[in-house]
């Protein structure tokens, strides 16, 4: 999801904490604002909730920490979450089923155990060679 969708739909899905965050005396006025905000739209919708919630602090601090903050944190150490994207080798012979997988390209190219050929990068395997 794009930073200003997850703005968006942040305010939207916590409407009623961030009437919580709100001074008393404007959130009504605020809420109302955030309504139309919300009406707009992610595209449009997201750029004008910023600028209005940033006047507050507490709501600004909420949104940086929802957004940017601990919860992302959190976030990407749950299992599965992708860290770095992986590169994945595997061994050009058609046969073969070997992968390996790497975070950066490796130097030098590791072999297949089994056909001790250089490991090539899944998408240009292809339809793989006869190897011995
Ligand atoms: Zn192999």
């Known amino acids: 999801m794009k930073a200003h969708e997850e703005l968006f739909f942040l305010v939207k899905n916590n409407?009623?904490?961030l009437r919580n965050l709100l001074p008393r005396e404007d959130a009504d006025r605020v809420m109302s604002?955030?309504?139309?905000?919300?009406?707009?739209?992610?595209?449009?919708?997201?750029?004008?909730?910023?600028?209005?919630?940033?006047?507050?602090?507490?709501?600004?601090?909420?949104?940086?920490?929802?957004?940017?903050?601990?919860?992302?944190?959190?976030?990407?150490?749950?299992?599965?979450?992708?860290?770095v994207p992986l590169l994945r080798y595997v061994c050009p012979c058609r046969e073969c089923g070997y992968e390996k997988l790497f975070s950066q390209a490796?130097?030098?190219?590791?072999?297949?155990?089994?056909?001790?050929?250089p490991l090539v990068i899944a998408e240009e395997k292809g339809l793989g060679r006869e190897c011995a």
């Open 106 to 117: 490796p130097d030098p190219l590791p072999l297949c155990p089994e056909h001790e050929e």
């Open 33 to 83: 604002d955030v309504d139309a905000c919300l009406s707009l739209g992610p595209d449009e919708g997201a750029v004008r909730l910023r600028r209005l919630l940033q006047r507050y602090k507490p709501v600004r601090k909420w949104l940086e920490e929802e957004l940017y903050g601990e919860s992302e944190r959190l976030r990407s150490q749950l299992p599965g979450y992708p860290k």
């Open 15 to 17: 409407r009623e904490l």
